[in-house]
Nanobody
């Protein structure tokens, strides 16, 4: 079973950048779609970005399009989320997960959730 560990979160001012990492262990996930999601206080977990097995195909939520970039390094079993031009509304716990059903943006389609990493953007 895959275990995922997110890191790279922190406190940053609006307009700043962070790079999140998601390291997998237990087995290779190089053939899986991987996703990043986030959950703000009092809100449901929401889709942020997904990436196909090779890294050639990605998709983003409208709210982060043009500011966030998802990438992966299959040799290192790691997925990244580069976040630029951060806004206070990006404040949330960010999670990575492995898709169980292929190409989907629904949290219910994903499993092996990590523990999350907190991102806080101050105004």
């Amino acid at each position: 079973q895959v275990q995922l560990v997110e890191s790279g979160g922190g406190l940053v001012q609006a307009g700043g950048s962070l790079r999140l990492s998601c390291a997998a262990s237990g087995r290779s996930f190089s053939s899986n779609v991987m996703g990043w999601f986030r959950q703000a206080p009092g809100k449901e977990r929401a889709f942020v970005a997904i990436i196909n097995w090779s890294g050639a195909v990605t998709r983003y939520a409208d709210s982060v399009m043009g500011r966030f970039t998802i990438s992966r390094d299959n040799a290192k079993n790691t997925v990244f989320l580069q976040m630029n031009s951060l806004k206070p509304e990006d404040t949330a716990i960010y999670y990575c997960a492995v898709s169980r059903t292929g190409w989907s943006m629904e949290p219910s389609a994903f499993g092996s959730w990590g523990q999350g990493t907190q991102v806080t953007v101050s105004s």
